[in-house]
Structure formats: structure tokens, C-alpha cells
């Protein structure tokens, strides 16, 4: 079992996903456990403020460190005997090392994790450099809030969980589990209006079939991402 803790401004953008698909599956399938807490209940103020104007001037808003280190103690006064060091706390933004299906296999191998969502301008450079094991981002682009982000990477985790897919072996097929992209898959019907399944898929020649596949994955990653073949 996973325990996920996901501390944001806007959790009400978790929810959804959070009931649907993989993610509710590793849920249900008690392989994972999320935790959404809103930070602004961890706000040292009566207006429960997150955020303040940065030293030094400048435009937007900075999430402020008391408010993450008091969010962040949460997680410890949830489980007693989780000892700091055990616990990785992943900060959200695109400054991050940027996400991959290998960094989906290391954090699926942990009991516990926390993910920290930025929003507004950022966030207290003082979070980074104490409190936040490592930084991920997503994608060379700017989210307006690491919410999304961090759906990506606890949907990404929960199908690495064991039971989760349906076919646990499809995972060592797909795309990014080995070094190729997926090979093409087609289905009923093998004739639409004349747009027609590649024969050997309907030749019932498995060796054939596999080696086709291959050919294809290979063919498809040297077009598209060759980085990935080096
Ligand atoms: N927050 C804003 N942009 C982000 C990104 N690209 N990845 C992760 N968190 C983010």
C-alpha cells in the first residue's frame, strides 16, 4: 500500500480524477491511499492567506515556507512512526527533473510520498532547499498550479501498482517500458469502408505477428523519438 499526500491551494481540482479510472482502481484496490490536504488549512493567519508579496518587489504572490513546513508536519502526526528521512517530498514545477516513466517506477517502490503543489508566481526558495526532497515537472511548459501534475504522476504510479491493470503483463509491452514506443494495434472491424487491418495481424501467425510488432515499435521510435534508441 502507497499513501500519497498531496498538499495544494485548490484541491477541489483532485476530486474527479481522484474517483475515476486507474487512480480510483489502485484505490479501491487498496494499493493506494491519497491524501488531499488544502494548505490554506495550515495558513499561521485567521484568513487563512497562503501566499505573500515577495521581498524585493516584483509582481504575483509567493507561497510562504511556515505554511508548507506546518503542512508537511501533518503527514508525521498521521503516521507516528514515519521518520522524516523516509518520507520523499517532491516539489511540483517546471523547474523540476522532468518525469519519466523511470522516476513513475522509483516512486511507485516507496510506502509513502508527498507532493507539493505551487501556484501563483512560486513559491518560498526556502521549501526547495529544506523541505522538498526533489523538484519534477512535467513538461517544458508553465501550469498555472502543479494540481494537474501531480494527477499526472499519482496516475502514472497507480498503474505500476501489482493488480491494478487489468493485464498486468500489458505493461511490459507498452510504450516507454522498454526502449521502443508502442507498435500499432488495431481492432473490429479488420475492413472499415475500406480502410484495412495490416494482414499478418489477421494471418493467426504469432511469430509472424511478434515480429511485425517489433519491426514496427522499432521503425516508429527512430521516426519519432530516436533519443530514445541511444
Ligand atoms: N507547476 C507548474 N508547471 C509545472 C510543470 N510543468 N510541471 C510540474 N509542476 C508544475
Known sequence: MIEAHVFCPLPQVLSSPLESGVIKKARDCNGLRVFVHDLHEFSPDRHRNIDDAPFGGGPGMVIRVDVIANALSKVFEMSPFLVREKLPVILLSPRGEKFDQEKAKELSRNKHFALICGRYE????????????????????????????????????SRLIPGVLGNYESLGEESFSGPCLEYPQFTRPSDFKGLKVPRVLLSGDHKRIREWRKTCAREITQKRRPDLLV
Open 122 to 157: 512560486g513559491i518560498d526558495e526556502r521549501v526547495r532547499e529544506h523541505f522538498a526532497s526533489f523538484e519534477i515537472s512535467i513538461g517544458d511548459y508553465v501550469l498555472s498550479g502543479g494540481e494537474l501534475a501531480a494527477l499526472v504522476i499519482l496516475d502514472a504510479v
